[in-house]
């Protein structure tokens, strides 16, 4: 498709398993980004890659996160050892210039 | 830190126009998003305001004050598809991507 794409689109897991969200970003978009969004809350940000650079990691909450993107396309955020505090919809985003960011569907998590 | 308000929720009459506000603080700030996210759905990009002033598409406006850390999104000729959260999400600008997000306005259009 043309848009985001991000896949499971829901995953139900234990405690303590890890999971693995993925992204497909917009074809020849450059940057990418994970956010969070719990229930009534504003979208938290992870994560983000531009192009070659360096990601920016800042806002992943604790060393149990981590995302990886190959080939400057694809996007894997793997959560390690899952608690019930990270059930949540991940949304992922691509945009190829800073004013027009799309947004996929989100994997909603829920860890029992 | 960055701070951003909205409303928690708004209802409005079918056909009416409902205004809602954002308002920020900020440690930079390049340009302000409106998205509108329906239940279970991804976040769909409206507007961006980089310059003060209104911008209008459509049904749809968006007002931005600099000065006063102020945006507004103005919703008109209401249709019971409005019916929706609306996220404003300030661009801190120069080498920092990182949006913050308001929580989000839930709009509510009835008949």
């Known amino acids: 498709g043309a848009g985001v794409s991000q896949s499971p689109s829901n995953k139900v897991t234990e405690k303590g398993k890890d999971v693995e969200l993925r992204c497909d970003p917009i074809s020849g978009h450059t940057a990418l980004y994970w956010y969070r969004q719990s229930l009534g809350q504003g979208l938290e940000f992870l994560i983000y890659f531009q192009g070659n650079s360096a990601p920016d990691k800042s806002g992943l909450p604790s060393d149990r996160f981590s995302a990886e993107r190959t080939g400057g396309s694809v996007s894997t955020l793997t959560i390690q050892r899952t608690q019930q505090e990270d059930s949540a919809v991940y949304l992922c985003?691509?945009?190829?210039?800073?004013?027009?960011?799309?947004f996929g569907e989100g994997s909603w998590l829920t860890v029992v | 830190g960055q701070n951003i308000d909205q409303p928690t929720e708004m209802t409005a009459t079918e056909g009416a126009i409902v205004q809602i506000n954002c308002t920020y603080q900020?440690?930079?700030?390049?340009?302000l998003f409106w998205y509108q996210q329906h239940a279970g759905e991804a976040p769909t990009f409206l507007s961006y305001n980089v310059l003060d002033g209104l911008e209008e598409k459509g049904r749809f406006s968006s007002f931005l004050s600099r000065s006063k850390g102020y945006s507004y999104l103005l919703l008109k000729e209401l249709q019971m598809k409005d019916s929706a959260s609306y996220l404003c999400a300030v661009d801190p600008g120069l080498n920092d991507y990182k949006l913050s997000f308001g929580a989000g306005t839930t709009v509510t259009v009835r008949a």
């Open positions: 985003a691509s945009s190829s210039r800073r004013n027009t960011i799309y």
């Open positions: 900020t440690s930079g700030f390049n340009g």
